[in-house]
């Protein structure tokens, strides 16, 4: 299989100890780009510093809404400045975060729409994280998109809202909830959806798919998201992984011969 990890975050301190092998083993398993994904901005930082260090590992920069109140004007101008860089594809993760509630609701907002306009700024898509954020999520998005692209990371809402963003134009990102056993609903969705529109991610060093549940996750575990996917679309695993690939392709704006190679085959519609 090949396969590109859309939502990474090998910077953060998990793996401190192995981050080289873990690069390692992704490549062996067939994952052929990793888009590591901001969460503040010294994350956004390190993650530049880790797509300029492996030629295929790529970064986006965002400020998470655990700390949106963290986000003023120098950090804004920051995150601009590294947004234009070679290696950076996208601006996140960005978004709502109303289970936690780490920041007060009003700010993550506002946090959210200046992070919009600065991937309509730049040209970038953006990444969102959403949890029980379903209603403002999309009047935001509704008031602020224009059009450059977006995915929803980790995708864990219900049939409406996956309509309602893909009716926007966006992509949902699937990761390792996909495989446990009581993520029936989701297995529906994923079953529901337009193949074109589907992504793969790890969200490594978090949600671990079975059969690796409860070990810290990594990018090389992305085969068996694939597989499962697979499964539920009646697709072998192969195939599953050139379509999700050259959705990763078009959503980032992965490098061209990438995007060739697969529409070449037939897998890009």
């Excluded at 067939?30 to 010294?42: K, Q, R, T």
């Excluded at 134009?169 to 056993?181: D, E, M, Q, R």
């Excluded at 690796?212 to 697979?230: D, Q, S, T, V």
Aim: glycine share 8%; with cysteine.
């Amino acid at each position: 299989m090949i396969l590109v990890d859309t939502h990474a975050h090998l910077d953060f301190t998990h793996f401190d100890g192995d981050r080289e092998e873990i690069i390692e083993r992704a490549r062996n398993n067939g994952v052929i780009y990793i888009v590591n994904v901001g969460s503040d901005l010294e994350s956004s930082r390190n993650s530049l510093e880790l797509a300029e260090e492996y030629p295929f590992i790529y970064a986006a920069v965002g400020v998470h809404p655990h700390d949106a109140d963290k986000l003023d004007d120098t950090v804004l101008k920051e995150l601009e400045e590294l947004a234009v860089r070679q290696k950076v594809l996208a601006i996140g993760e960005i978004g709502l975060d109303y289970y936690y509630d780490n920041s007060p609701r009003d700010i993550q907002k506002e946090a959210f729409q200046n992070q919009l306009k600065l991937a309509e700024k730049t040209g970038l898509p953006f990444i969102i994280h959403n949890r029980e954020a379903d209603e403002d999520i999309l009047a935001i998005l509704k008031d602020n998109y224009t059009g450059n692209g977006g995915i929803m990371h980790c995708f864990g809402s219900g049939l409406k809202m996956a309509w309602e963003c893909l009716e926007l134009g966006l992509y949902l990102a699937f990761g390792g909830v996909i495989t446990f056993k009581n993520a029936e609903e989701l297995r529906g969705i994923v079953k529901e959806i337009p193949l074109e529109r589907i992504l793969l991610e790890t969200d490594c060093p978090y949600l671990t798919p079975v059969p690796f549940r409860g070990r810290r996750n990594e990018p090389g575990y992305l085969r068996y998201i694939a597989e499962k996917i697979a499964e539920i679309r009646g697709l072998h695993p192969e195939e599953l992984a050139e379509i999700t690939t050259a959705n990763a392709a078009r959503a980032y704006n992965l490098p061209v011969e990438v995007q060739y190679q697969y529409q070449k085959r037939g897998s890009l519609k």
